[in-house]
């Protein structure tokens, strides 16, 4: 039996696209290569390494037992590369997940100081909420994921990255920002404009009003805080998000921070690497590189 890296790069490429046509786009071969590909590979295998569903490729159990095998083995070969390619190329392409605040508001310019150190490093970032990041790691789409909400995948390994909190605004105007005083039954009785189910921050929202505030009024939700945020400013309900997000709203006193002492609005940061992925050297230099970091943007 001779596996070949192409054998290797076709079955990886299918198995996250679930299609031949998207894998060999991917790959830059033709469809037909992809295809015999794939087959001679199951055939050295003795095995079929999919189901057929239509016009999709869904992994077997052999195919999911292989795919984490497959995805090492070529990590291996892509860190020995860049190893040989110079003394500065030893930080192969990273893929990086990040939830929205994590992403928008930290990662950069984490990334940014990262490359100003390795000036050859090869990093993709992709922004989504934390839902999508741990269905991202667990299908190897990217390398490290970065959440603010919880995630309980046994095969995914949980590091905690920081801290951060959450703060329940509203524009100036509302009639909570001009008490001078709220409990919870002032918030029962308000309409809320809230991330989408998914995110960890609707995912910690729930967590902290469950039991203490009887109802919430949904007016709204938005897969992201600027939008949330400018529905707040209109006065049409309040909302709750990150408070390194707003901090410049705060500032131009465009929305307002409401005091709840009686919410705990606190949550963990952290940082996700899947159990059998293959740490390079340059994962690790990034890895560290943010655990360093975590200190001085928290």
Not at 52 to 79: E, T, Y
Not at 156 to 170: K, N, R
């Amino acid at each position: 039996m001779r596996i070949t890296l192409k054998q290797l790069e076709v079955f990886i490429a299918v198995a996250q696209s679930g299609n031949v046509t998207r894998a060999s786009e991917g790959l830059s071969i033709t469809q037909s290569a992809t295809s015999m590909a794939l087959a001679d590979f199951e055939n050295q295998l003795g095995r079929k390494l999919f189901d057929r569903i239509g016009k999709r490729l869904q992994l077997n159990d052999a195919g999911r037992l292989l795919l984490p095998k497959a995805l090492d083995a070529i990590a291996r070969v892509a860190d020995i590369e860049h190893m040989a390619a110079s003394d500065n190329a030893m930080i192969g392409p990273l893929r990086i997940g990040a939830s929205l605040t994590i992403g928008n508001y930290m990662m950069p310019g984490l990334i940014g100081s990262f490359m100003k150190t390795h000036p050859g490093a090869q990093l993709t970032l992709d922004v989504n909420n934390t839902r999508h990041v741990i269905e991202s790691l667990r299908h190897f789409q990217v390398d490290l994921g970065f959440i603010e909400g919880f995630c309980h995948e046994p095969d995914i390994e949980v590091l905690p990255w920081g801290q951060d909190e959450l703060v329940i605004f509203a524009a100036p105007g509302h009639p909570l920002a001009l008490k001078p005083q709220l409990d919870e039954d002032d918030l029962a009785g308000a309409d809320w404009i809230l991330r989408e189910p998914g995110s960890g921050t609707r995912e910690v929202f729930d967590n902290a009003v469950m039991g203490r505030i009887r109802r919430i009024n949904l007016l709204l939700e938005f897969g992201h805080t600027e939008a949330i945020k400018q529905a707040v400013a209109s006065g049409i309900g309040i909302g709750c998000a990150s408070r390194r997000t707003l901090e410049d709203a705060f500032r131009t006193g465009s929305v307002v921070p409401l005091p709840t002492p009686f919410l705990n609005l606190k949550r963990e940061l952290y940082v996700l690497i899947h159990r059998q992925k293959f740490r390079t050297q340059g994962l690790t230099l990034f890895l560290r590189h943010c655990q360093e970091g975590a200190t001085v943007i928290a």
